[in-house]
């Protein structure tokens, strides 16, 4: 399983929406509506924000909302805030079984 | 509150083997799927071992001979025993709960280091 692709990098000022992009394959992606997404801050465990392509687990921001279209996933961050800058990979669950994350996705705040 | 803590990381030879722990808790551990996920220093992560609450198996190619996942729900622990360890297996090894069947992962433990040098 090939890692799914995520732009390096997407910048946004306070307030701003940002949209990060995870491509795949029919294999993964646009083979199942399995897409989460996490965020991971320097040094910690990655967090859960985004699983079934667009649903919120309780406690996280409705300011995260993702989707899907064919073999691409989008995670959006809407009113962009100093506190969202950390990392954040996508994931899918692909044949195999086997899960499959993406190359990851530095989030900075201007 | 779910607890995910792994234990047995450090440094080993080239060729040599190491077996991680994770203890959980706050949750009916039998009724999940866990899996193992790592992240080298500085890079993404990477879906290494997945053990089902059927006892189905499943392993990364990278991966797929040396290691091995096991676990038992009378004590709650996830096992990953790693064998013929290679310096591109040092990372960080992150014991991981399934949100459900196919579904990614809900919750983390805080990871083991894994260090494969000479």
């Given at each position: 399983q090939s890692a799914l692709t995520q732009p390096a990098s997407v910048s946004g000022s306070?307030?701003?929406?940002?949209?990060?992009?995870?491509?795949?394959?029919?294999?993964?992606?646009?083979?199942?509506?399995?897409?989460s997404w996490y965020q991971?801050?320097?040094?910690?465990?990655?967090?859960?924000?985004?699983y079934?392509?667009?649903?919120?687990?309780?406690?996280?921001?409705?300011?995260?909302?993702?989707?899907?279209?064919?073999?691409?996933?989008?995670?959006?961050?809407?009113?962009?805030?100093?506190?969202?800058?950390?990392?954040?990979?996508?994931?899918?669950?692909g044949r195999g079984p086997s899960y499959v994350f993406g190359t990851g996705t530095k989030v900075t705040v201007l | 509150e779910v607890q995910l803590l792994?234990?047995?990381?450090?440094?080993?030879?080239?060729?040599?083997?190491?077996?991680?722990?994770?203890?959980?808790?706050?949750?009916?551990?039998?009724?999940?799927?866990?899996?193992?996920?790592?992240?080298?220093?500085?890079?993404?992560?990477?879906w290494v071992s997945s053990f089902s609450v059927s006892g189905n198996k499943y392993y990364a190619d990278s991966v797929k001979g040396r290691f091995s996942i096991s676990r038992d729900n009378s004590e709650n622990t996830l096992f990953l025993q790693m064998d013929s360890?290679?310096?591109?297996?040092?990372?960080?090894?992150?014991?991981?709960k399934g949100l459900a069947p196919r579904r990614g992962i809900d919750y983390w433990g805080q990871g083991a280091l894994v260090t494969v040098s000479s």
């Amino acid at each position: 399983q090939s890692a799914l692709t995520q732009p390096a990098s997407v910048s946004g000022s306070p307030g701003q929406s940002i949209t990060i992009s995870c491509t795949g394959t029919s294999s993964d992606v646009g083979a199942y509506n399995y897409v989460s997404w996490y965020q991971q801050f320097p040094g910690k465990a990655p967090k859960l924000i985004i699983y079934d392509v667009s649903n919120r687990p309780s406690g996280v921001s409705d300011r995260f909302s993702g989707s899907k279209s064919g073999n691409t996933a989008s995670l959006t961050i809407s009113g962009l805030q100093a506190e969202d800058e950390s990392d954040y990979y996508c994931s899918s669950y692909g044949r195999g079984p086997s899960y499959v994350f993406g190359t990851g996705t530095k989030v900075t705040v201007l | 509150e779910v607890q995910l803590l792994e234990s047995g990381g450090g440094l080993v030879q080239p060729g040599g083997s190491l077996r991680l722990s994770c203890a959980a808790s706050g949750f009916t551990f039998s009724s999940y799927s866990m899996m193992w996920v790592r992240q080298a220093p500085g890079k993404g992560l990477e879906w290494v071992s997945s053990f089902s609450v059927s006892g189905n198996k499943y392993y990364a190619d990278s991966v797929k001979g040396r290691f091995s996942i096991s676990r038992d729900n009378s004590e709650n622990t996830l096992f990953l025993q790693m064998d013929s360890l290679r310096a591109d297996d040092s990372a960080f090894y992150y014991c991981a709960k399934g949100l459900a069947p196919r579904r990614g992962i809900d919750y983390w433990g805080q990871g083991a280091l894994v260090t494969v040098s000479s």
